[in-house]
């Protein structure tokens, strides 16, 4: 999803920033500054540890947390601050002849929000759990693939993506891999494992039809 389908390759962190800040404020929580700065990253034992000391539920913490991030997510898409890429429109024309799935690292209430604002016919949409075994399972894990590829009964097919990682998680799922070139990754040299590497996702009907 992050910088395939949404413009960039990930989350501003000054999302993370906002959302902490609200969870701690929904918490009555009062920490030090550098608590706080570190409560912002995402540091699972760090954040463990710190909300311990503050006398704060880590779990409740992170789920709070998952939360204000999407919704700010969500505010920066309806505002046109993060935008999604000329080429989306491509994944609804495939939707319209094939199984698609949407599979991301990011939060399940963003893909589900962001599914919906493409209107492409997505047959599966998987995002990580508001958890912090939801976020240790992220790509290069195959767990959300492979979860979603057992949610529509299939063991094979083609993830697209724009990192590494997306290509080992890829292929750990046992799926072909297609890297799709953005600005954010002109530098990389194509991954060894890329089963494909393409320019747009306009290349993708035909390069389903040709696989059929």
Not at 18 to 45: K, V
Not at 53 to 81: K, M, V
Not at 195 to 210: I, K, N, Q, R
């Amino acid at each position: 999803m992050d910088g395939v389908v949404l413009e960039g390759p990930r989350t501003d962190p000054a999302v993370y920033a906002d959302a902490a800040d609200a969870a701690l404020e929904t918490l009555d929580a009062d920490p030090t500054p550098d608590q706080r700065s570190d409560l912002r990253r995402n540091d699972l034992e760090g954040v463990r540890e710190h909300c311990e000391r503050l006398g704060i539920d880590p779990t409740r913490f992170w789920e709070l947390r998952e939360r204000y991030a999407s919704e700010r997510t969500h505010d920066r898409i309806r505002s046109d601050e993060r935008g999604f890429y000329d080429d989306v429109d491509a994944i609804a024309a495939l939707a319209d002849r094939t199984t698609v799935g949407l599979v991301t690292n990011n939060r399940q209430a963003t893909a589900e929000f962001v599914a919906e604002t493409v209107a492409a016919d997505f047959d599966v949409v998987r995002g990580r759990d508001p958890t912090f075994e939801g976020f240790e399972r992220r790509k290069p894990d195959p767990y959300y693939l492979e979860d979603a590829l057992d949610d529509l009964g299939v063991t094979n097919g083609l993830y697209v993506g724009d990192s590494i990682k997306d290509v080992t998680a890829g292929r750990a799922a046992g799926l072909e891999t297609a890297f799709l070139r953005r600005p954010h990754n002109d530098h990389l040299e194509r991954p060894a494992d890329a089963t494909y590497e393409l320019e747009s996702l306009a290349a993708l009907p035909s390069l389903v039809e040709a696989s059929e």
